[in-house]
Every structure is written in structure tokens, then in C-alpha cells.
């Protein structure tokens, strides 16, 4: 099949609809999906899917003749696009680890239609105008949906400014704040969240209070960097936060826990959402002394006995989200003492296939899947048309073949990271091709359309 290679105007789908070239654009965001396992909330029914200007335009048992590109889903499983609201994607000055056209391409070959972008780069995202100048970089390179995420301020007119830019959410790293912010006050941050709430924006953090300079283990092992961030972090930032978050009243949404406590004390919090990611779902500390820096995240990793209460508990449904917190670097840089090797791996094309081989082993129903990679990603940070496979909602599908068994290589990532704590995982279940706005972006192991086919998004906050 042809797939059109058309340049085409860059969209913004919350603000405006301009294109230049708004006839290109449109027809090349037709497509009929025939012949699928289409997710309808419940349970699958075949059936069609007509895309028509980016947006769904019918779904039905037989579709014919619409004239338009036609993809052949026999056997496949249409799902709502995935969306992943914890992703780094570099670029600008931090390029050389990954950039919006490698970061985007690898969320279309992991099957996320949309992602959120983290603030801690080079320059950092912390001010209205580095949102915008992100948005405007990322329209010309990007393959999937993509937004931003800011770093977290402290003065109320810059947080309002974030939000009229379209900012997802102020994101507080406690470890080490992106911008200058006094951590260790509870009035300045209850006061950050507030002006967030006023903003309509949710707040986004980092929960772990490592107390520097005294736990950072010069030149030791990963298992001792590890040993020195213990679960204690973790349940004191919480605790404290939700405390915070209480009196300001805002919402917040608590990245990568890896404590079953920390679920459940968010889960008894109104406007609390939670996530976890594939890695302290699925994999150990004791891999540190294997894997080394390929395994070296923070929060690190936990003990299995731990571990296995996260997975528990996100199957039992005490998670709101996963979320891959895909944080590429090179190998170079990763590949040295613990000290000096930066936190984080890549997860974009990791995730779903791992959470599909759960759906396959029975762990995770796919009602749990699309809740914790659409549903609630979409809820929580406002993507009204998203997250549902219905008539009006935007084009953005995944098809999933969920009989294929394959074998996680990290030599074959799109992302610049090519390195991954989970090389040779055995996975059953994998995407076969991701669609986003009415337009196939990746197939089959290969992108296919150019850098910019896919959309900048605005958060719609009224600032
Ligand atoms: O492992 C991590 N890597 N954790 C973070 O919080 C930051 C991230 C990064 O940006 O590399
Ligand atoms: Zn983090
Ligand atoms: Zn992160």
C-alpha cells in the first residue's frame, strides 16, 4: 500500500483548526479500519471503523465503499489510542539523548497515540514562553499527539501563564527541583498548588525526599545507589504532600509510585490520581547486581516482596494509571559508576507489549488495560475526545495482534536509547500498526509518515 508523503500543516487540535493547506490535510486523514475486534467499553464486536477528517465517523458491523485508504484489521484488536502522561522526550539543547521525532516515533511503535512530555530538559520548561517554543519545535518533528508538562514555579502570574500557554500540569521533581523551589517549605508549595488549582491545572510530582547530601553513595554499586533511596522516600513525600494537597485543594497526580501504601493512601484522597510503571511492576532490585546501569531508574527498584504487592494491588485496580516514564540517555553516559550514570530507561516501546503478555496470562483484563493507558490518562489530564472508540471522538487507534509472540530487542528501538532492562523478555502481543488522527503512523515495524504528521496539544486550562 501507498501511504501518502504529503507535507503536511501542522494542527493544534484544542485551539485552532488552521492548516495550510487544509484540503491535503483533510483527505490524507481518511481511513476505513475493516473488518476488526473493535473495543466498545465492554467487549469487543467486529466490525469497521470509518475515519473521516481525523475524527471517527461511524463504526459498523460492514462498512464499503467509501473510496478512502483502507486497512485490513481481520484479526486484530482495534483499541482507543494509548497515552502515556510520563515520557521524557529530550531534545532542544538534551537532543543527542533523544528528540521529539525519535521520542514520537517510538510512542507510535509502543502503540501511545498521545504523550506528555516532562519539563526537566535543557533549557528547562518554565516559563510560558519555553512552552511555546517547545510546541513550535515539536509541531515540525512530531509523529504522535503531543504536550507539555512545566516545571513546577513558584510565583502565582508565571503559574497562570504556564497554563494560558497549554501546559498539562507544574511538575515538582522533589529530589532536586527543575527551577529553583523551595522544597523543604510546606507554605511554598502549598502555595503553588493553589495557584494551580486557580489555574485549572493539575500538579504533578516527583514524591521522594531524599535528604542529599548524605545519601549519595560516591563510586558505589547500583544495589548500594539503590539501598540509599529507600521506600521511606517515598512514604514521607507522600504523606507530606497529601498533607499539603489537603489544604490547597488542587489536584495532584503522584508519578511513578512503587508502594502498595502509596496506593492506597492516594486512592482514599479526593482529587489524588496515581500511576506506576512497567519496570517497578515487573522487575526487582536484585536485578541491580545483573543489570547494573541498564536497570538503574528512581524511584529504583524495590524488593520482589514489594514488587509483588504493586502488581497485585495495580491489578486489583489501586493504581489510576501506568505510565512508562521513558527517560532516555546514552549508553555512554549510563554505562559508568553509580554515581555518575543518570537515572532512567527507555519505555515507550516496552510498555505495551509487556502489559499485553499480562493480558495474555490472564493478570490484566482488557477493560483494566485501556483504563490504566486511555481512559484514565485521559480523564486526568483533560483529553475530552479521547480515550474511546465511538462516533465524534478523535481517530486515534491502536491495532493490536494479540496472539504474537516476540522477544523485547532493544537494538530495533526507534527511541536513541537503544538499551533496556527488559531485553529478551519473551512478550505475547504486540502492536501491528497506530493510527493517529485518521492517519497510519506506524506499521508493521516501520514508520510511515513524515516528521510533524502529528498534532501539538494544548491543555485548554483557561490560565
Ligand atoms: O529515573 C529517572 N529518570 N527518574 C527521574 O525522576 C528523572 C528521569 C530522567 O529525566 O532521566
Ligand atoms: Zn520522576
Ligand atoms: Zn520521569
Request: glycine share 8%; proline share 5%; net charge positive.
Amino acid at each position: 500500500m501507498e501511504f501518502s508523503c504529503v507535507r503536511i500543516a501542522q494542527r493544534n487540535l484544542a485551539r485552532s483548526k488552521k492548516r495550510s493547506d487544509p484540503a491535503v490535510d483533510l483527505e490524507d486523514r481518511n481511513i476505513l479500519v475493516k473488518d476488526a475486534d473493535i473495543w466498545n467499553g465492554k467487549g469487543f464486536a467486529r466490525g469497521s471503523i470509518f475515519i473521516q477528517e481525523g475524527r471517527i465517523n461511524r463504526i459498523a458491523r460492514s462498512i464499503i465503499d467509501t473510496g478512502v485508504e483502507t486497512i485490513d484489521a481481520a484479526g486484530f484488536k482495534a483499541l482507543p489510542g494509548f497515552i502515556d502522561v510520563h515520557v521524557h522526550l529530550r531534545d532542544m539543547e538534551l537532543a543527542y539523548k533523544e528528540d521529539f521525532a525519535t521520542g514520537t516515533a517510538a510512542a507510535a511503535a509502543g502503540g501511545f497515540t498521545t504523550v506528555l512530555d516532562m519539563p526537566n530538559t535543557v533549557p528547562p520548561t518554565d516559563s510560558a514562553r519555553r512552552v511555546i517554543e517547545k510546541q513550535k519545535v515539536a509541531a515540525q518533528k512530531t509523529h504522535v499527539n503531543v504536550g507539555f508538562h512545566a516545571a513546577a514555579v513558584s510565583d502565582s502570574h508565571d503559574v497562570e501563564s504556564l497554563a494560558g500557554a497549554g501546559a498539562f500540569s507544574l511538575k515538582l521533581y522533589m529530589p532536586k527541583p527543575i527551577v529553583p523551589f523551595d522544597v523543604e517549605n510546606d507554605q511554598a508549595i502549598q502555595k503553588m498548588m493553589r495557584a494551580a488549582g486557580d489555574a485549572g491545572m493539575p500538579v504533578t510530582v516527583h514524591a521522594e525526599d531524599v535528604d542529599a547530601p548524605k545519601n549519595t553513595s560516591q563510586g558505589e554499586g547500583f544495589e548500594e545507589a539503590a539501598e540509599a533511596r529507600p521506600p521511606i522516600f517515598e512514604t514521607r513525600a507522600v504523606d507530606r504532600l497529601l498533607r499539603i494537597q489537603k489544604k490547597a485543594g488542587c489536584n495532584v497526580h503522584y508519578c511513578h509510585l512503587t508502594l502498595r501504601s502509596s496506593l492506597m493512601k492516594i486512592n482514599a484522597s479526593t482529587k489524588s490520581t496515581s500511576e506506576v510503571t512497567p519496570h517497578h511492576l515487573l522487575l526487582s532490585k536484585q536485578l541491580l547486581s545483573s543489570l547494573g546501569w541498564r536497570a538503574w531508574m528512581v524511584p529504583p527498584l524495590r524488593s520482589e516482596e514489594t514488587r509483588r504487592s504493586l502488581l497485585k494491588s495495580t491489578l486489583a485496580g489501586l493504581s489510576s494509571v501506568i505510565a512508562s516514564d521513558h527517560a532516555p540517555h546514552t549508553i555512554k553516559e549510563k554505562n559508568q559508576s553509580a554515581s555518575r550514570s543518570p537515572p532512567g530507561v527507555p519505555g515507550l516501546e516496552t510498555t505495551l507489549p509487556l502489559m499485553l503478555t499480562l493480558v495474555n496470562r490472564q493478570q490484566m483484563s482488557i477493560s483494566l488495560l485501556v483504563k490504566l493507558l486511555s481512559e484514565n490518562p485521559a480523564r486526568i489530564f483533560g483529553f475530552k475526545s479521547k480515550a474511546k472508540l465511538q462516533k465524534g471522538a478523535d481517530g486515534d487507534v491502536v491495532l493490536v495482534d494479540l496472539k504474537k509472540k516476540s522477544k523485547i530487542d532493544s537494538s530495533r528501538f526507534f527511541s536513541k536509547a537503544k538499551f533496556s532492562p527488559f531485553d529478551e523478555f519473551k512478550t505475547q502481543g504486540a502492536v501491528h500498526s497506530t493510527i493517529v488522527g485518521g492517519k497510519v503512523v506506524y506499521r508493521e515495524g516501520e514508520i510511515v509518515t513524515r516528521e510533524g504528521s502529528g498534532s501539538v496539544l494544548h491543555s485548554g486550562f483557561s490560565g
